[in-house]
C-alpha cells in the first residue's frame, strides 16, 4: 500500500485545488495495484464536488490507466506487454548505455501516461466496472504519482 503525502490545498471562493503524492515501492519488477480506494479517499479530503482528478506518474517506467479488476485480464495485458517489449538487458540499444530497462519505458508507452477522472458530486465518476491502476515495468524502489484533484467545493 502506497504512503499519501498531502503536498498542499488551494482554495478560494471558486476553486479548490488539491496536491497529493503516492509513493509506491513494489516487489516485483512489473505489477499493477488497484488505486481506485486511495484516489476515493484524496476527493472526498479535497472537498472538490465537481471536477477532475488527474492523476500521473512521476517515472518513465510506470503508468497510471482505467480499466477491469479482473485477475486473469491482468495476467493477459502483462503477457501480451512482455510480447511487444520483451525484458531483454542486451537486446535494446537504451540498454548500451548502462540501463537493463528499455522494455520498461516500451510498456509505459504502450498503456499510457496519465488519467484524468471525472469528479461528480463528490465522487470519482467512473463506468461500472471501471478501477484507476498503477502499472509499474520497473520496480522494486520508491516512485512517486502526483494526484491532483481541481474543481468547486460543495
Not at 48 to 54: D, L, P, Q, R, S
Not at 76 to 95: S, T, V
Not at 114 to 141: C, H, K, M, S
Request: aromatic letters at 10%.
Amino acid at each position: 500500500m502506497p504512503r499519501i503525502e498531502f503536498a498542499r490545498s488551494v482554495k478560494s471562493s471558486e476553486i479548490i485545488i488539491t496536491t497529493a503524492y503516492l509513493t509506491f515501492n513494489t516487489k516485483n519488477r512489473y505489477e499493477l495495484v488497484k488505486i481506485t480506494p486511495i484516489l476515493e479517499e484524496i476527493v472526498a479530503k479535497s472537498g472538490v464536488a465537481e471536477g477532475i482528478c488527474f492523476v500521473s506518474p512521476m517515472h518513465i517506467t510506470s503508468s497510471i490507466f482505467v480499466n477491469d479488476d479482473e485477475s486473469g485480464l491482468h495476467e493477459d495485458f502483462l503477457n501480451w506487454l512482455e510480447k511487444l517489449a520483451p525484458y531483454n538487458p542486451k537486446g535494446y540499444k537504451h540498454n548500451l548505455t548502462g540501463e537493463d530497462n528499455a522494455d520498461a519505458h516500451l510498456k509505459r508507452t504502450i498503456m499510457g501516461r496519465e488519467t484524468i477522472i471525472a469528479i461528480t458530486n463528490g465522487r470519482l465518476d467512473l463506468g461500472p466496472w471501471e478501477e484507476v491502476f498503477y502499472g509499474e515495468f520497473d520496480g522494486q524502489r520508491p516512485k512517486r504519482v502526483i494526484v491532483k484533484v481541481i474543481g468547486a467545493g460543495t
